[in-house]
C-alpha cells in the first residue's frame, strides 16, 4: 500500500503560535506551575496496601485465592457482564478470538488504529488481521465505509461462512477498538457484524467506566477486554478482564485461562488446550482496592474532560474530542484533533508540551504500517492516516481532578 | 497408542499395610499431631509487605519500575546467567521456543512426563510436540532411549534440517524438565541435541536453586525457563523468567517480552509480532523480597529431603527420590516412588495420606494421554506410564524445616 506522502510543515512562526495557543490553554486546565502532568499515572488512595498485605498474611498470593473471585464478582456487579479476571489485556482479548472460534488462516477484521495487542491477539491464533478504516468522531471503525467495503470484498461460500473473495480466507470476526475510552458506533458495527455471521469482539481495554446508550463496554459484542495495566484508569500492576453478557462465554473463558485443567480424581488431566492467563491474586488485591474508588475515579476524570473541552472550545486550530450523543466515556485520554491544515505541526506542538510539563502523546503508528503487518489486507486507511498525523493525548490521570 | 492396561490393584490388607508403613515414616518426618501439612506453600518472612508498600507509595506497580530490573540482576547473580522477568513460567516457555526458531508445523521433542505447559507452549508456536521417554533415577528425558530412537527416527534433508521421517515435519528443538528440581542428563542430552542441530531448552520452572555439576539449572541448553508461581521455592504471585548464557539471547527475550517496541522519535512502533509477557513491578517487588530468603529456603528444604530420604530407607515397597552424583538438586517436591509390584497401591496411598493431613500428589497425567495431544508422534512411552503409576510427591514446603 503507498502511503500518502507526509504534508509539509507550516513554517515555523506559524508552528510556535500555534503551540503557544494550546499551552495557554494547557495552563488555564493545569497551572503549568504545580507541574510536571504525567500522561496518566496510576492514583492509590485506598485499601491497596491493607489489601496487599492481606495476602501476605494470608500466604494467598497466587492463581488462587479470595481476591480473584471478589474481583470478579465486583466488576460483574458494576459491568453488568459475567467477568473473568486474567493476566492482561491482551491475554483478554486472545481469549475472546478463540472462544469466537478464530483458527489458523481465517482473517479478522482490525481497526489500523488500535495498539499493537489488537493485531497481535489475531496472530496468536494463527489468523490474519485485516484492518478496516476508522472516523474521526469516535475515532472507531467507521461503520458505513465498514459495510460498503465488506459488501465489495467479501463473498457467501457453500459453508456459511463469508469468504474475502481475493485471499480466500473465511472472515471470521470483528474487532471493534474503544480508542481513549470512546465507544465506536456499536449499534451500527453490530448489524454489519450479522450481517456476515461474524463475531463482534470489543477491544474495550481502555473503556472500564464507559457506556454505550447505559449498556457498559462490552455488552453489545460477543464478548470484551478490559485491561488494568499500570496507566489505565485503574490498574492491578497487569491485569485484564473479559467480560461477556453469555454465561457459557464466561465459562468458557473461564477454562481456557486456566489451562484447561480437569478434576478427574487425584489425577490432573486438560481436555484442550489451555493457556496460563491466570490473574495472581495478589494482583487481583490491588484491582479491588482500586475497584472500590472507580466512581470517584471516572467523575474527575469527567471533571478534567469538561474543563478542557471549555479550554480549547475557541481555538479554531484544533478540538478536543468529545463524546457523541449516544455514549457516555470515561474520557481515559483526553485527546485534541488538529484541524486539516495544521496536522504538519504535530510534532512540533509535542516537543513543546512535554518540554512544558506537559506529558502528550501522539496516536499508535496505524497498524498497517509495522512491519510484520505491512502486506496484510486492508481497505483504503485515509482517515486512519490523517488521525496519525492529528491526535496528540493529554494528561488525564484521576489525580488532576480529585475532588 | 495403545496404553498398557492398568494393574490389578493388590487386595486391600495388603494396600492398608503399605500405606500404614508410608504414614509411620510420614510421622516420622512431620509428626501428624502438627498437620495438616499442605504440598507446597508460600513462605513470607522478609521484606515482602515492606516493598509491596514501597510500589503503592512510589506509584510504581506495573510494567516498568525499579523492581523488574532489580529482580533480573539478582537473579542473575544467583544463577550465574542472563534473566529476563516475565509473567510467568509458560510464557517463559513459549519465548525460548520463539527464540529457537519453532516455527509452525515443526516438531519439538517434549517429555510425555511433564506439566501440560511443556506442550502447551509447542503448541502456541504453531508446533507439533513429539513426545518421548523418561528414565527413574531422574525423572527426566531418557538420553540413551532418545539417542537410539531419534536414529531410527530423524532424517538428514538438504537444508541441513533433520526431518521426521513420517510426518516429514523438522524437528526443531528438544525441551528438557527438571521434574520436581531434578536436573535430567544435561550433558548427553546436549549431545544429542547437538548430533541433530536441534535447540536444547531447559524446563526449569521447578528447579530454582538446582545445579548440574556446579552450573545451576539453564546453563547447558540455549536457554531456559524458570517459575514463580505460588507453589514453586519461590513465588511472585505469577511470574517466571528466561534465563540463559547468551547475551544476546536475553536482549531478544526482553524484546519479544515486552511487545517489541522500537523507539522512534514520538512514535511507538514494533518490529515484530511481540507479547505482553512483562512481569509486573509489583510482583517483582514480591520476588525480590522472596529472593533473599532462596538460600535459608533451599538449606531447609535439603534438611526435609535428607529426613525423607532416611525415613524411607528400610521400606522395600517405595524410595524417595534422591539426587545423582552429577547433580544437586533444589528438592522442589520430594517424591516416592513406588517399587513395581506395589504401583496398583497408589489411589489408596493417596486417599490415606490426604486424609491423615499430609496433602500428596501423583505425578501429572502423561502427555501423550491428554485428548488434544493424543495423535501427536511419540516414541515408546513404557517408563513414562510406569512413573504415572508409581509417583507420590509429598509435603515440601520449606516452612517444614526451616531453622
Known amino acids: 500500500m503507498v ?85 492482561n489485556g491482551t491475554a483478554a482479548l486472545h481469549t475472546c478470538l478463540l472462544l469466537s472460534g478464530v483458527s489458523p488462516d481465517d482473517e479478522v477484521l482490525v481497526p489500523t488504529v488500535t495498539f499493537v495487542a489488537t493485531a497481535n491477539a489475531v496472530s496468536y491464533c494463527g489468523a490474519v488481521p485485516h484492518f478496516v ?13 465498514l459495510a460498503a467495503y465488506l459488501d465489495a470484498t467479501l463473498e457467501p461460500r457453500n459453508d456459511d461462512v463469508w469468504r474475502n473473495k481475493v485471499s480466500k480466507r473465511p472472515v471470521r470476526a470483528l474487532i471493534v477498538t474503544h480508542i481513549f475510552g470512546h ?19 470489543e477491544d474495550a481495554a481502555e473503556a472500564l467506566g464507559t457506556f454505550h446508550e447505559s449498556a457498559h463496554a462490552g455488552s453489545i459484542g460477543d464478548c470484551a477486554a478490559l485491561s488494568f ?4 484508569t485503574i490498574t492491578a500492576g497487569g491485569g485484564g478482564a473479559i467480560i461477556t453478557r453469555d454465561p457459557d462465554v464466561a465459562r468458557q473463558a473461564k477454562h481456557l485461562t486456566t489451562t484447561a485443567r480437569v478434576a478427574d480424581g487425584f ?99 496505524p497498524m498497517h504500517r509495522l512491519p510484520m503487518y505491512r502486506d496484510c489486507p486492508a481497505m483504503e486507511l485515509t482517515t486512519a492516516q490523517s488521525l496519525f498525523e492529528s491526535v496528540i493525548s493529554l494528561p488525564s490521570g484521576p489525580a488532576l481532578r480529585l475532588g
Open 3 to 87: 502511503e500518502p506522502a507526509i504534508r509539509p510543515q507550516p513554517h515555523r512562526q506559524y508552528q510556535s503560535r500555534l503551540a503557544t495557543e494550546i499551552l495557554r490553554r494547557l495552563d488555564q486546565v493545569l497551572p503549568v506551575g504545580d507541574g510536571p502532568y504525567p500522561l496518566h499515572e496510576p492514583l492509590f488512595a485506598g485499601n491497596e496496601k491493607k489489601y496487599l498485605a492481606e495476602c501476605i498474611d494470608t500466604g494467598w498470593v497466587s492463581s488462587a485465592g479470595p481476591f480473584v473471585e471478589r474481583f470478579e464478582a465486583e466488576l460483574s456487579s458494576f459491568t453488568g457482564l459475567h467477568a473473568v479476571a486474567c493476566v
Open 133 to 145: 478504516d476508522s472516523e474521526a468522531d469516535t475515532l472507531g471503525v467507521d461503520p458505513d465505509r
Open 267 to 365: 489425577d490432573w488431566t486438560h481436555d484442550t488446550v489451555g493457556y496460563n492467563y491466570r490473574l495472581p491474586n495478589i494482583n487481583a488485591a490491588l484491582a479491588c482496592a482500586q475497584l472500590e474508588q472507580l466512581p470517584r475515579f471516572l467523575a474527575a476524570k469527567r471533571r478534567l474532560a469538561d474543563d478542557y473541552i471549555a479550554a480549547f472550545d475557541d481555538l479554531p486550530e484544533a478540538a478536543v474530542i468529545s463524546e457523541q450523543a449516544q455514549a457516555h466515556s470515561n474520557y481515559w485520554l483526553n485527546t485534541l484533533l488538529l484541524k486539516e491544515k495544521d496536522r504538519g505541526t504535530r510534532d512540533h506542538i509535542l516537543t513543546e508540551t512535554n518540554s512544558t510539563g506537559y506529558h502528550c502523546r501522539p496516536l499508535w503508528t
Open 229 to 232: 495495566n499500570g496507566n489505565k
Open 183 to 201: 465507544p465506536p458506533k456499536l449499534d451500527r458495527l453490530k448489524a454489519v457484524a450479522d450481517q456476515y455471521g461474524i463475531a463482534l469482539i
